[in-house]
């Protein structure tokens, strides 16, 4: 089946820093979607990508779909302490797969005040 | 607030037993879907509902099955409960540019 790496696994940085994220995949996708989870909650949308090599922000939040349709990467700038919790990154095939979602494996990201 | 509510939010079954839990969404989006996540992965895909009937599945064995009603509200039964089977489980809606909100979740063990 598919699969998605998404790297790095666990993140420990500064409030103020600037955070980068990644995921690949061995077989492309129409859509790439990243989501952030907090404990105890389900997984909440940050940003939806449609197009290869789509650049699209959503506050402090940056998202890129890879030319290749295998990869996207997040970006958090000036993090702060809410930012805490989980990324995930997810790749959705579309057509006959319909809504399905592959999900990558989680950064887990801890901001020190 | 995605607007998908999930029932129970907890609870505990024992090894052999059945679970049923429960899905609904203030909009009424015709398309549901159903993840389980284990502790420290990613959702895994179990199914997809549309207009009542399944119309994709993931890898996950026959024990696992669900419901959608005329109402779009859903359920996902498990039954002959593994201790593999302590997970969170998600029930997602489609939005209209096809990305999934997902509801809190509801938190099952298996001792």
């Known amino acids: 089946g598919q699969q998605l790496n998404q790297s790095p696994q666990s993140m420990f940085i500064q409030e103020g820093e600037d955070v980068s994220m990644n995921c690949t995949s061995s077989?492309?996708?129409?859509?790439w979607l990243w989501y952030k989870q907090d404990p105890g909650e389900g997984p909440v949308l940050l940003i939806a990508?449609?197009?290869?090599?789509e650049l699209t922000s959503n506050g402090r939040l940056t998202a890129q779909f890879g030319i290749t349709r295998k990869d996207s990467f997040l970006n958090i700038s000036a993090s702060i302490p809410s930012d805490v919790g989980i990324y995930f990154c997810?790749?959705?095939?579309?057509?006959?797969?319909?809504?399905?979602?592959?999900f990558g494996g989680g950064t887990r990201l801890m901001v020190k005040p | 607030e995605t607007g998908v509510t999930q029932s129970p939010t907890h609870l505990i079954k024992t090894r052999g037993q059945q679970v049923t839990l429960r899905c609904s969404s203030q909009?009424?989006?015709?398309?549901v879907s159903w993840y389980q996540q284990a502790l420290g992965q990613g959702p895994q895909f179990i199914f997809q509902?549309?207009?009542?009937?399944?119309?994709g599945r993931g890898n996950f064995p026959p024990r696992f099955s669900g419901l959608q009603f005329p109402n779009y509200s859903s359920e996902l039964n498990v039954n002959a409960l593994e201790l593999d089977d302590s997970a969170l489980y998600l029930c997602?809606?489609?939005?209209?540019?096809?990305?999934?909100?997902f509801g809190e979740g509801s938190r099952l063990t298996v001792l």
């Open positions: 997810a790749g959705q095939e579309g057509g006959n797969a319909g809504n399905m979602l592959t």
């Open positions: 909009s009424g989006h015709n398309t």
């Open positions: 990508l449609y197009k290869a090599g």
């Open positions: 997602a809606t489609r939005g209209g540019t096809g990305e999934l909100f």
């Open positions: 077989s492309i996708f129409n859509t």
């Open positions: 509902y549309y207009r009542e009937e399944e119309n």
